[in-house]
């Protein structure tokens, strides 16, 4: 009686492929990249993302904790968390000093561009060149992205760790190589929640993704499997602990203070009281009917499942492990996202938040089209239909009907090619799918319900080059240097524009450089609230009320109003050309 042996299908190949060009041309190519493609979609430093994020001065927070933390630190203890997001924080520092406010600035959103593209590239290049292309270009001109990295906002610096952390979770090497890499993994993903607590979910869903890809039918399979993955998953925690104390010892550095996880466990229990939930949380899902871009996570996560789903069916092909916990844990994070969001949080309504997700939503992108088209083609059409998208703008729609027609038409597109043939048609209806959902959210008016958050306008993002930003970046900064350092209390105060101006917005993000939002006096100068004057009365003697504007019109009528805390001018100054004027006053008592 002879036995039936089974053949198991082929294990999928980790050859590398033959190089036909040069190591070091493509090193000179991934290392230009980032300014090729900021040229093509003219990305005048800086501008892409302020101007469209000057209706909150949370950015501005991060800037004056890179800036001056420390001095900050002494004058208002360690209560607000924004000084923890050391991820962020400590490496805008670091260029700070290195290259000055502007230069740092830009030169550090060059470093979070390489961090991001070099490990996908060197993940899906072992494929071949055109697909680790495909993943520098995705990234490279995702709006979303992009918009993350034109502020001080944590989420740019996390985005940028998430995409390295990511493919090194999956980057298919062996002996001890192996362990390194998912070691380097940890330490981004570390690194990630040390920008942006908010990343923790999407990370301990890359982690679930891993342990589920152990699973197999075959119990023996499933047994070294299950050893690899929790080796693996102990260097990644191993990785994660490292960046905890890099982190831990950066903050020792800049601030004289370690503890990063009080301030941000404070926040969280804040945030779970009745009042800051009906501030920060929309009653309503309103809000959802214009983001768009939110579609774009799950349709390419349902796009690439379908796809591979019929592959398999029709030609017995499976995807690769690695690709499947990438996609996997795309989806279970933005799933984590909406239960948040469903019942407190505000995830996905904030897009501070929300572009989190654009990590896995890029790589997974990048999967999408490179198994719809392995060729050039799919790199070409990114490109160029971001230039395009930049240079004639898109439609505005709603989620409803619209948006939604959009995304079934994407999902159907990749699943049209089950088979082993490639096909560019659909590859390009997916692209154009893309951009269409995450540029093409309208401007509507608020619900009544709804948190009046600012709009990610992903639509305005590239071709509106505008140097006077990086001007005002600069003179929004400046204002640490007349200031004189003091362990005191500073209280800002921000004059008001002219009758029938806008408002100038630059007083108010230099105020931001000393917390006044938070702590400073929100009367229109020169009259005086009740709450600020109490503010002032509990000021001890020798407090400092930094006073700002545009035009410095009334602040000899703030003086007078003041007169009663006796002040007397510490220091003045007129900067960025007269667009800013400053005046520190010292309280007498």
């Given at each position: ?10 294990a ?6 033959a ?244 301030p ?24 959802a ?41 795309s989806g ?39 198994t ?14 971001a ?13 409803v009907?619209?948006?939604?027609a ?50 990610a ?133």
């Amino acid at each position: 009686m002879s036995t039936l042996e089974v053949t198991p299908p082929p294990a999928v190949c980790h050859v590398e492929p033959a190089r036909h060009v040069p190591w070091w041309v493509e090193a000179l190519g991934l290392l230009l990249a980032p300014g090729i493609v900021a040229a093509l979609l003219r990305l005048t430093p800086m501008s892409m993302g302020l101007q469209t994020r000057w209706t909150m001065v949370d950015p501005n927070f991060s800037t004056a904790y890179a800036r001056h933390g420390a001095d900050l630190i002494e004058r208002f203890g360690t209560g607000d968390y924004f000084w923890v997001r050391v991820g962020q924080v400590l490496p805008a520092h670091l260029a700070q000093l290195a290259f000055g406010d502007v230069g740092g600035f830009v030169v550090l959103r060059y470093a979070f561009a390489l961090i991001a593209t070099v490990p996908a590239y060197l993940w899906l290049r072992r494929r071949s060149l055109p697909t680790g292309a495909l993943a520098v270009v995705v990234i490279l001109t995702s709006p979303v992205v992009l918009m993350a990295w034109g502020s001080d906002y944590p989420d740019g610096a996390a985005l940028a760790y998430l995409l390295a952390g990511l493919p090194l979770l999956v980057f298919w090497t062996t002996g001890v190589r192996r362990l390194l890499v998912r070691g380097l993994a940890g330490v981004f993903l570390g690194l990630a929640v040390h920008a942006h607590p908010a990343a923790f979910p999407l990370v301990a869903a890359a982690l679930v993704a891993v342990l589920v890809s152990a699973f197999s039918r075959h119990a023996g399979v499933r047994r070294a499997r299950t050893r690899r993955v929790v080796v693996e998953l102990a260097a990644v925690v191993l990785g994660g602990v490292a960046a905890t104390g890099l982190a831990v010892l950066g903050a020792l550095l800049l601030y004289g203070r370690a503890d990063l996880f009080g301030p941000t466990i404070d926040q969280l229990l804040r945030l779970q009281r009745p009042d800051q939930i009906r501030q920060w949380h929309s009653t309503t899902w309103a809000w959802a009917q214009r983001a768009t871009y939110l579609l774009v996570p799950p349709v390419v996560v349902i796009a690439w499942a379908w796809l591979c789903r019929r592959r398999r069916r029709l030609v017995g092909e499976w995807p690769p492990r690695g690709d499947a916990v990438v996609v996997l844990g795309s989806g279970l994070g933005y799933l984590a996202f909406l239960a948040i969001q469903a019942t407190s949080g505000f995830t996905l309504e904030y897009y501070f938040y929300s572009s989190l997700l654009w990590a896995g939503a890029c790589l997974t992108t990048a999967l999408l089209l490179s198994t719809l088209s392995s060729s050039w083609w799919p790199v070409a059409a990114v490109l160029g239909l971001a230039v395009l998208q930049v240079e004639m703008g898109t439609p505005r729609f709603e989620v409803v009907p619209t948006g939604l027609a959009v995304a079934v038409v994407v999902v159907v597109a990749a699943a049209v090619v089950g088979g082993p043939r490639r096909r560019s048609i659909p590859m390009l209806v997916v692209t154009v799918g893309l951009v269409l959902l995450t540029t093409g959210q309208p401007s509507t008016a608020y619900a009544p319900d709804q948190v009046r958050y600012p709009l990610a306008d992903y639509g305005s993002v590239g071709g509106h080059p505008d140097p006077s930003k990086a001007a005002a970046y600069a003179t929004m900064v400046s204002v640490v240097d007349v200031v004189p350092p003091a362990p005191v209390r500073a209280l800002t105060w921000v004059e008001p524009p002219a009758a029938g101006s806008l408002p100038d917005e630059v007083p108010a993000r230099a105020a931001a450089q000393y917390l006044g939002p938070l702590h400073g006096l929100s009367s229109s100068m020169p009259a005086l609230s009740d709450s600020d004057r109490k503010k002032l009365d509990a000021a001890p003697a020798g407090s400092q009320v930094i006073l700002l504007g545009s035009r410095g019109a009334t602040f000899e009528a703030a003086r007078t109003t003041l007169a009663p805390w006796a002040p007397t001018v510490e220091r003045d100054a007129v900067l960025g050309g007269g667009t800013l004027h400053v005046e520190v006053l010292r309280l007498g008592r």
